[in-house]
T-cell receptor
Framework: DTGVSQDPRHKITKRGQNVTFRCDPISEHNRLYWYRQTLGQGPEFLTYFQNEAQLEKSRLLSDRFSAERPKGSFSTLEIQRTEQGDSAMYLCASSLGGTVRNEKLFFGSGTQLSVL | AQSVTQLGSHVSVSEGALVLLRCNYS??????LFWYVQYPNQGLQLLLKYTTGATLVKGINGFEAEFKKSETSFHLTKPSAHMSDAAEYFC???????????FGEGTQLTVNP
């Protein structure tokens, strides 16, 4: 079990640039979630996938954000025209699915984005 | 609006002392409730969760939490703190399917020797 892998661990970019993060879930996990965590706050839900289908998106996910999971395996999160307010830790989690009663999420270590 | 509140962003205890981390939710509908722990440079790890049934839930590493509907609370406790318990703890709730979690702000636990 290699766990949920996120790449890169850290990303520093200038305001206005585009960035893309990658998440590799645990093999055979069909659900994949993206959360964002700012300093001193708990994670906030962004979006989630069931296989390749994006089933839910938070209002936090502005038009500048797009997430994909093209083959139902890895996922990418792209932020276009980054703003300083986008600086945060972006967390990915995966699970085998099921109901809330039996679903268990496994989180990656996150990608820390700093927008200068 | 549905929300989760953790009272105390920092809690400090002595090794061997009781750990009590507070969590309250705001909603007329009781959610599913979770506690996660985050160690430095590691992903969030599930400690325990309440869905239905017994209101006292036991988790890993000796932690337990009790769901009290009348108080809209889900406080986390451990009888005797270990140095290894030092970490950030997050309470979370889900009112929907698909484990869309609403997290509290987190509580940083420090354990003093």
């Amino acid at each position: 079990d290699t766990g949920v892998s996120q790449d890169p661990r850290h990303k520093i970019t200038k305001r206005g640039q585009n960035v893309t993060f990658r998440c590799d879930p645990i093999s055979e996990h069909n659900r994949l979630y993206w959360y964002r965590q700012t300093l001193g706050q708990g994670p906030e839900f962004l979006t989630y996938f069931q296989n390749e289908a994006q089933l839910e998106k938070s209002r936090l996910l502005s038009d500048r954000f797009s997430a994909e999971r093209p083959k139902g395996s890895f996922s990418t999160l792209e932020i276009q025209r980054t703003e300083q307010g986008d600086s945060a830790m972006y967390l990915c989690a995966s699970s085998l699915g099921g109901t809330v009663r039996n679903e268990k999420l496994f989180f990656g270590s996150g990608t820390q984005l700093s927008v200068l | 609006a549905q929300s989760v509140t953790q009272l105390g962003s920092h809690v400090s205890v002595s090794e061997g002392a009781l750990v009590l981390l507070r969590c309250n939710y705001s909603s007329s509908v009781p959610p599913y409730l979770f506690w996660y722990v985050q160690y430095p440079n590691q992903g969030l790890q599930l400690l325990l969760k309440y869905t239905t049934g017994a209101t006292l839930v036991k988790g890993i590493n000796g932690f337990e939490a009790e769901f009290k509907k009348s108080e809209t609370s889900f406080h986390l406790t451990k009888p005797s703190a270990h140095m290894s318990d030092a970490a950030e703890y997050f309470c979370a709730a889900s009112w929907t399917s698909g484990s869309r979690l609403t997290f509290g702000e987190g509580t940083q636990l420090t354990v003093n020797p």
